[in-house]
Structures are given as C-alpha cells and as structure tokens.
C-alpha cells in the first residue's frame, strides 16, 4: 500500500468514527415516545372531564330538585336513551329521534364539542319501565326456584341500550328460557333484554318474544284482560250497574297500582268495580274506586286494585286493536295532531284535535268541565274513560287522557249519530288525582 492509499484509509476511518459519534449524540435530542403518550393523556383527561361536567350538567336541568339531582329519577326528554362515555372520552348520547331538532335541544343545553349522538330503539324511560316490570316479575316468585336463586340482579347498559339480568351461572340459556316463560306472558313488546353471566365473560344472551306469544291477551283471569280501552263495570248502587272504558294504568302516593277511567259525577269513592267480559257483567272483583273527581279540567276516577290478590289482574300497557303500547309519560297534543282512541262502545278510531281549550255545556246543573279536548274522532256513550293516546311511534304511544264526552248529530225521527269526541287531559288527571303513569 503506498503513502496515498494510507491517508484515504485513515480519513475514511476518521470520518465513520465522527460520524457515529454525532449519531450517538444526536439520538437522545428527538421527542421521547413517553413526552408524546403525556400530552395525550392530557388530552384526554380534558375531554373527559368535559363529557362528565355536560352529563353532570343535563341531569341537573332535568332533575326534579336541582339541589339533588338523579340519574333514574328524572324529567328525562321522551326521545332520550341515556348517555355514556366512550373510549375516546367523548360523550354519546343516545336518542330515539335524531334530527335537527334533536340536536338543537341539546346545542340549546350544552357545547356540543366532543359530543356525538346515536340512534337507539328505546328511551331511558322505556327501560326504566323494563326493568321495573322484570324486578316484579322476579319478586312474583313466578320462575323456579333453581332459575331464581341464580339471577342475582338487574341493570341497564346504556351502550347496548338494554336491560340486563344479571346470573351467577355458565347456563344463560337455561335462565333465558325459564324467565321467558313467565316474563312474555305480561309482556309482549320485544324490549332489549340480555342475560349475562357474573363468572365468565361471555356473549350475553338475548331475549326474544316466543311467536306463540298472544299480544292481544298478555294474562287474563277467567279470559278477562283489564287493559286499555277495554271494558269494567261500576255497581254504583242497588242493581245499578255502570258500563265504562278502562283509560291506563297508575299508582297512587302509596306505589299501589290501579286504573283509571270517568267519573261523570255518578261514580263515586268506594262503589266496587268489576272486570268484565262486555262491561255490562260483574264477572270478577277487580278493585274499589278511591278517589273520584269531576270538576274543573278533570273527570276521572282511580280503581284501586285489590290489593288481597295483586297478581291476579296484572298492570297492561299493550292496547289491542291498535297494536301499540303505551309509554310511561304523557303529552299534550296540539290542535290539528292525530290521536287514537279505544272505547268499549265504538272500539278503535282516530281523529284530529279541532280545539285545545273546550268548555262543553255541563252534565248536569252541578258539573261543569272545562278546558277539554275537542276532536272529531268518533266515540260513544260506554266509550267514556277509554283511553286517548297521540304521538310516539306505531308501536309506542304516549298517553293523552281519557274520553270525558262526545256530541252526536240529530235526525228529526230521533236517531243520533256520534260526530266528535272530546278528552280530559292527563297531566291534569294525574295532578288532581295524585297519580303517577305505570
């Protein structure tokens, strides 16, 4: 190797060696991953505390008392499904109705940043309603005891918009089948329930309503069914019986369930009040009534139930004919709105609302009722107490009150017509009888 070929091979050598030494040095100058994963986790700890001071937020503006707000016990929004938060804090509310309205509502209340919405089947309201009707499903001591002993709770999953039974068993199908049995034959609507196991993480299992299931006739005693729009009967004295239409079910302050239908100033507290085949036969004790009101806004009266057999006649919301249950809120329809209606007289028709602030000419020299619903659904005498329902969807319908009256055109032979129908409002009914909706 000569004298040149020497000093290249050494500058070479040099120049790898310099340029290690700057990579070395240079390395530790670039972000560390773990600065990167700080700053978002930063982040999302903001979001999420965001998403919690905006749910926080909307259950106080919904709470009944501000000062003590509740996450069950609320003045929910009919279309509100509930709210969770997700994997990227963000907060998802779930809603029945998502349009530009919806989302307004909700501007109206919170920053929407971060926040998303998703389309769900049923309200927070309806699964309240859910959970409550397998909590007494469950305390009938109505299932086995092995499939009782098992379930160990119930809940509400937001996410899935379902309600949970919870079961200490392996064999969620086994529990599926049992609850089944017992659970379709007071509810024949196909609600979100997932059975899920405590003591392995499995896929829950889903209940489904058996195509067996009879939806016109839940339970019945004696192939009687005390359900909206059908037919009770008033003793109201001596031989005198009063045909009337069941309006929906409710309890009183003390959580005792009954019904509710017209007072018309005739039926009065404590005359008995029978279930009935056609309304015009005491077929089988149902209750007695306990409060009767029949002035100002309101004409209506409560049923108590017979509280000795309280499963014999269980609460129903399903209104045959129509094919839609009830949901557990009211609502006050505005003029032109679309209500149906169910009496035992003229079964099912809907109509429109022609007038919100009807004072029709009173009953008597005594009765005088006052801001009721005109519309020009027909209805019949024996229709009076049926229930009027509006709004919602072809399978839920929120309750509107009950058939307080009617007006029937006149022919000079005598033979009248039934031409329009009108209604006491619900939210006066339950305030002045002191009731809250089943």
Not at 36 to 63: C, F, G, P
Not at 131 to 156: F, H, V
Not at 396 to 409: D, E, N, Q, T
Request: with cysteine; aromatic share 10%; charged share 20%.
């Amino acid at each position: 190797m000569n004298k040149a070929q020497k000093i290249i091979s050494i500058c070479l050598a040099i120049s790898l060696i310099v340029s290690c030494a700057v990579f070395s040095y240079a390395a530790p100058t670039q972000p560390a991953p773990v600065q990167k994963s700080t700053i978002a986790e930063e982040e999302l700890q903001r979001i999420a505390e965001l998403s919690s001071d905006k749910y926080n937020h909307l259950l106080q503006v919904w709470s009944k008392d501000p000062n003590y707000p509740s996450d069950t016990d609320a003045n929910f929004p009919d279309f509100y499904g509930g709210a969770y938060v997700d994997d990227n804090k963000e907060l998802v509310i779930l809603v029945t109705i998502l349009n530009d309205e919806t989302i307004d509502y909700f501007g109206n209340l919170i920053d929407l940043e971060h926040v998303r919405f998703s389309l769900a089947d049923n309200s927070f309201q309806e699964l309240l309603y859910v959970q409550e009707t397998i909590e007494n499903c469950l305390d009938s001591n109505s299932l086995d005891e092995n499939s009782s002993a098992l379930i160990t709770g119930t809940g509400i999953s937001i996410k899935e918009n379902a309600v949970i039974v919870y079961a200490a068993t392996e064999d969620l199908d086994n529990i599926c089948n049992s609850f089944t049995r017992v659970y379709s034959a007071r509810n024949s609507q196909p609600y979100n329930i997932r059975f899920r196991s405590l003591w392995m993480n499995t896929d829950p299992v889903r209940y489904t309503v058996p195509e067996q299931n009879n939806e016109t006739f839940p339970y019945n005693v004696s192939g009687i069914l005390v359900q909206p729009g059908g037919p009770v009967c008033v003793h109201v004295s001596g031989n005198k019986i009063l045909p009337t239409s069941v309006g929906f079910w409710a309890k009183n302050s003390s959580g005792e369930l009954g019904i509710v239908t017209a007072a018309h100033g005739e039926i009065q507290s404590g005359q008995s009040v029978y279930a009935s085949k056609t309304g015009y036969y005491r077929d089988e004790y149902f209750g007695y009534i306990s409060n009767a009101i029949c002035r100002d806004e309101v004409d209506a009266a409560f049923v108590k139930r017979n509280t000795s057999d309280p499963e014999r006649f269980p609460p129903v919301r399903y209104v045959d004919g129509w094919d839609f249950n009830l949901k557990s809120t009211t609502r006050l329809m505005a003029e032109g709105e679309e209500i149906y209606k169910k009496g035992i007289e003229t079964g099912v028709t809907r109509g429109k609302v022609t007038d919100i602030n009807f004072n029709p000419n009173s009953y008597d020299s005594t009765i005088k009722l006052t801001s009721a619903v005109l519309t020009d659904c027909v209805a019949d005498v024996s229709d009076s107490g049926g229930i009027v329902a509006g709004g919602g969807t072809t399978s839920s319908r929120y309750v509107v009150g009950i058939v307080a009256g009617g007006m029937w055109y006149g022919t000079p032979s005598g033979q009248t017509t039934p031409v329009q129908m009108y209604y006491s409002k619900a939210p006066s009914i339950l305030s002045a009888l002191k009731l809250t909706l089943y």
